[in-house]
């Protein structure tokens, strides 16, 4: 199970040049694996923590308002952005990248295309 | 003051095909002004009220990580698709749209060169 969840990852890090870190946490804050890249600058792994509570309210919202299963959720700071995407109702696949790359279209679309297959290793 | 704000709302809500709603919120949770579209799918004002406490957690993990100011957040469920811009310290601009609509990119360009001219009105 690790290599087809570590597997993506990498292909995801890989893809997106200068990503910080890809990875698959569940929503209770652990990570499952974590991809990354070659930086000190950012605790990418205790910033994935902070925005899981961040998603858990994100997910109890979208259903409070009737506005479906929420989808993905994007957040772009000075420095760093992250694109988030749930993966089942208890996980979620995450990259962070730098936010002045032009690779935010990109890290959505590859998370879009690569949280199917995660899910049928995690379900 | 009003009208600096109410019509530069008035013109993001016409821009974004199908846009549920347009406004200028406090981080207190209090609108300044929302120009709302033809619909009553959505508690729209309510739902912004809760992306507050989202914006508010995301502005202070953004800060405690280095991560720079936060400069925007995005948020798409299966119907419904929030771009949110930090104004200042104290106000944000945010746009409610279908979630399915093309037009996201859209709006995170609008509310990027919308933003600067609230800035100045609610300083």
Chains 1, 2 share one sequence.
Not at 4 to 29: S, Y
Not at 58 to 77: D, P
Not at 90 to 99: E, G, M, Q, R, T
Request: net charge neutral.
């Amino acid at each position: 199970m690790i290599n087809e969840i570590r597997e993506p990852l990498k292909r995801l890090q890989k893809a997106l040049p200068g990503c910080f870190a890809a990875t698959v946490m569940g929503f209770d804050g652990l990570a499952v694996d974590t991809i990354e890249g070659p930086q000190d600058q950012f605790d990418i792994t205790t910033l994935m923590v902070e925005y899981t509570e961040l998603l858990k309210q994100a997910k109890s919202s979208a259903q409070m308002f009737a506005a479906g299963e929420l989808e993905e959720v994007s957040l772009r700071s000075k420095e760093l952005a992250a694109v988030i995407r749930p993966i089942n109702a208890d996980y979620f696949l995450a990259v962070a990248l730098p936010a002045r790359s032009s690779n935010q279209g990109k890290a959505r679309y590859l998370l879009r295309v690569t949280a199917p297959g995660l899910a049928k290793v995690l379900s």
